[in-house]
Every structure is written in structure tokens, then in C-alpha cells.
């Protein structure tokens, strides 16, 4: 069972910069980040094949995020920069371990969860 801790998340004004770590422990194929916003659903934002280097985004972080695992892939990153209020959510690390092409931006592609971390964004 893969386990998913997420920390970094706290307040920062618009224009600034964040990192969300997802500490990872048991082997995964496939990893993302989602963020729920106060009201709306829960969204994919990035997302990474663990076995390569080529991220997937959500057209509304595409240029400003960028997803990345250490060498020894026990650490997802989420680097967010030229936040906007809109930016503002419950960042959730999202993990699958089965060996398939998946489609990224669902929910129910991923069998491991972390707890989330707040990032607020304020104007």
C-alpha cells in the first residue's frame, strides 16, 4: 500500500511562489497532484508518469506549475509560481501502482491518496 504525505502548503499573496512536497512510500507508476477550491470539485492540476520526466498540466497552471520527483522518487514537488487567488485549495498528492495508461485527469485513476496541505492566495 503506497503511502502519501503531502506538506509546504500555507498563505502567500498573488504573484508568489510555493512548493508542495508529497513524501511517497511504496512503488507507484503514476503520480499527481489535484487541488479542490472552496465550491468546486476536485481537479487534476500535474501529472507525471514516475518513470519519466514528461509532466502533463491543467491548461489553468500550464507555464506557472511544474511537477517533479527527486532522483530517488520518494518526493513529489509541486512547484507553483505567479500565484492567483484562484490558485487557492486543498492540494492533494495522488498515487497508482498498476502498470497501464491512464486517464490523468480522473479521480478514480489513482488507488493512494494523501491527506492534503491549504494553500490560500490572497489579492
Known amino acids: 500500500q503506497v503511502q502519501l504525505v503531502e506538506s509546504g502548503g500555507g498563505s502567500v499573496q498573488a504573484g508568489g511562489s510555493l512548493r508542495l512536497s508529497c513524501a511517497v512510500s511504496?512503488?507507484?507508476?503514476?503520480m499527481a497532484w489535484f487541488r479542490q477550491s472552496p465550491g468546486k470539485e476536485r481537479e487534476a492540476v500535474a501529472f507525471v508518469y514516475t518513470g519519466t520526466d514528461m509532466p502533463f498540466y491543467a491548461d489553468s497552471v500550464k507555464g506557472r506549475f511544474a511537477i517533479s520527483h527527486d532522483s530517488a522518487k520518494t518526493t513529489l514537488y509541486l512547484q507553483m509560481n505567479s500565484l492567483i487567488p484562484e490558485d487557492t485549495g486543498m492540494y492533494y498528492c495522488?498515487?497508482?501502482?498498476?502498470?497501464?495508461?491512464?486517464?490523468?485527469?480522473?479521480?478514480?485513476?489513482?488507488?493512494?491518496w494523501g491527506r492534503g496541505t491549504q494553500v490560500t492566495v490572497s489579492s
Open positions: 495522488a498515487a497508482d501502482s498498476r502498470r497501464r495508461g491512464i486517464n490523468w485527469r480522473l479521480q478514480s485513476s489513482y488507488t493512494s
Open positions: 511504496g512503488y507507484t507508476y503514476a
